[in-house]
């Protein structure tokens, strides 16, 4: 990506939400994704744009997994956020894993662990704005934030995964763990508990609450303390405290794709996930 630049071709109407930031349109494939970076302080915001969801399909991950690896290379920190209203991202695309491509299957979770390797293991300080809902791979996203600001009001967050009849990965967990603690998460995984803002704040999910107006403003303030720190010595503190935990994905990648797509295709998980789906189709008739 360019320095000091956004791409996507809905660049102007980002401009409108976010006063002070300088855009200008890049010809790329992540329409997915709108990046804009303020040319006074270095600042990027990521903002997911798929709509209804945000849900994070092959293509979607893709898109951020090119602008992280861009960002990294031409911004000073990253705030990231959701360009759809009330919802932060609702995590994986089912459609992506129910009744799914047997060579395309392998591609999504390799992008899967991608994105999360690149979010997780970000040399920048990264800000989740989370300004709506944030199950599942949302919540993924979230965690893999030094710094969380979620919405005060009625929305949720968590990795509710076993209610839907899969387990999150040994790297989901991990993420997890290095976030709420042992006890937090092993009661909240297996349950597949989804925390209201509150509750999430209590138990160390989110560090902030604010009103919905205040999210991208506070996120924006936040960062600026966060820069005041040298850059190599945060960054080098960061790495410190999670390589470790990239390091065990880095090592089994591939067996942790077969593990997926074996556990992914077997008949009772798709038999859940078609449950999962008929229930979806039987709400949006209503």
């Keep these: 990506m360019l320095p000091l630049r956004?791409?996507?071709?809905?660049?102007?109407?980002?401009?409108?939400?976010?006063?002070g930031v300088q855009l200008a349109r890049f010809s790329s494939s992540g329409s997915n994704v709108i990046v804009a970076v303020d040319d006074k302080t270095g600042v990027a915001t990521m903002q997911l744009n798929k709509k209804p969801v945000n849900s994070l399909n092959l293509e979607m991950l893709t898109d951020i997994c090119i602008n992280l690896e861009k960002l990294e290379k031409t911004a000073k920190g990253i705030i990231l956020t959701s360009a759809v209203p009330n919802i932060f991202s609702a995590g994986l695309d089912i459609l992506e894993m129910y009744q799914p491509k047997p060579e395309r299957l392998p591609e999504f979770w390799k992008m899967v662990q991608e994105m999360w390797i690149k979010l997780y293991g970000c040399q920048l300080p990264v800000i989740a704005a989370i300004n709506g809902h944030s199950p599942a791979?949302?919540?993924?996203?979230?965690?893999?934030?030094?710094?969380?600001?979620?919405?005060?009001?009625?929305?949720?967050?968590?990795l509710n995964e076993t209610k839907l009849g899969i387990v999150a990965p040994t790297w989901f967990k991990d993420t997890f763990v290095n976030t709420v603690g042992h006890r937090v998460a092993e009661g909240a995984l297996q349950q597949g508990t989804l925390f209201s803002s509150e509750q999430a704040l209590k138990v160390g999910l989110v560090d902030e609450l604010v009103p919905m107006d205040q999210v991208q403003a506070r996120a924006e303030t936040q960062m600026k303390s966060w820069l005041k720190v040298p850059g190599t010595a945060r960054a080098t503190t960061k790495s410190m405290m999670r390589q470790e935990t990239i390091d065990k994905l880095l090592k089994k990648r591939q067996e942790d794709i077969d593990m997926h797509v074996v556990f992914i295709t077997s008949p009772p998980v798709q038999k859940m996930?078609?449950?999962?789906?008929?229930?979806?189709q039987k709400k949006s008739a209503k």
């Design 6 to 19: 956004a791409l996507c071709r809905n660049g102007p109407s980002i401009a409108r939400r976010l006063p």
């Design 137 to 158: 791979g949302g919540c993924l996203m979230s965690i893999c934030a030094d710094y969380r600001i979620m919405a005060q009001g009625n929305y949720t967050i968590g």
């Design 273 to 280: 996930m078609g449950i999962y789906m008929e229930n979806l």
